[in-house]
């Protein structure tokens, strides 16, 4: 079936502007996560979706970072002021929620590679 | 605060040479421990899930086990379609999301 679906894969972009990433989660999963890895390093946890619940947004690293999630699908990441530090590639994954939560695993993307110039 | 650290950073083999990458960790109330493989440009790609030690699991030539305080992926007879990057992550007891390590970068050569 189908995996989780990022776009767009690369984005260029000048400093201050704004970016708009999106994540279409595998159907069925309620759990949505992103997840921020930059160069030679580990994955950095961003924000956290479950369902109708409100995100896990611990990990956001400033204020000019945001994220929705409409009708518990698609979700947007979005980066305003883009400065040259938040170059990285932005990593979208889902998994089972509810009671099934504990034990699944992430399905990631494949990523968008963002670099502001 | 959850910790996961992953040894060697870096690891090159020849073909056929076994060897073991290594992720200690500290978190609270471990609710599994997550093994993935990275490939260049891709998003990781999942191998194995433990939850208790002495819990073990294999694919292929790899095989993962986990103690209180680590786990350790051998891989065994290693084939240069082997070469990525092998990320553990940690899930705890409260909210779902995994804490990463910084990965091994495994390079095998024929």
């Known amino acids: 079936g189908a995996g989780v679906s990022q776009s767009p894969s690369n984005k260029v972009t000048e400093k201050g502007k704004d970016v708009e990433l999106r994540c279409d989660p595998i159907?069925?999963?309620?759990?949505l996560y992103w997840y921020r890895q930059s160069l030679g390093q580990g994955l950095e946890f961003l924000i956290y979706?479950?369902?109708?619940?409100?995100?896990?947004k611990s990990g956001l690293p400033s204020d000019r970072f945001s994220a929705e999630r409409t009708g518990g699908s698609v979700s947007t990441l979005t980066i305003q002021r883009t400065q040259q530090e938040d170059s990285a590639v932005y990593l979208c994954?889902?998994?089972?929620?509810?009671?099934?939560?504990?034990?699944?695993?992430?399905?990631f993307g494949n990523g968008t590679r963002l670099t502001v110039t | 605060e959850d910790q996961v650290t992953q040894s060697p950073e870096a690891l090159r083999l020849q073909e056929g040479e076994s060897s073991s990458l290594n992720c200690s960790y500290t978190v609270s109330g471990l609710r599994g421990l997550f093994w993935y493989r990275q490939d260049p440009g891709k998003g990781p790609e999942f191998l194995f899930t433990?939850?208790?030690a002495g819990e073990e699991k294999e694919k292929e030539r790899l095989k993962a086990t986990l103690t209180k305080k680590e786990s350790f992926l051998h891989i065994t007879a290693p084939k240069p379609e082997d070469s990525a990057t092998y990320l553990c992550?940690?899930?705890?007891?409260?909210?779902?999301?995994?804490?990463f390590g910084g990965g091994t970068r495994l390079m095998v050569k024929p």
């Open positions: 979706f479950q369902g109708n619940s409100a995100p896990d």
């Open positions: 994954a889902s998994s089972l929620g509810g009671r099934s939560s504990y034990n699944s695993p992430l399905h």
């Open positions: 433990l939850y208790s």
């Open positions: 159907s069925g999963h309620t759990a």
């Open positions: 992550a940690v899930r705890r007891g409260a909210g779902n999301m995994l804490t």
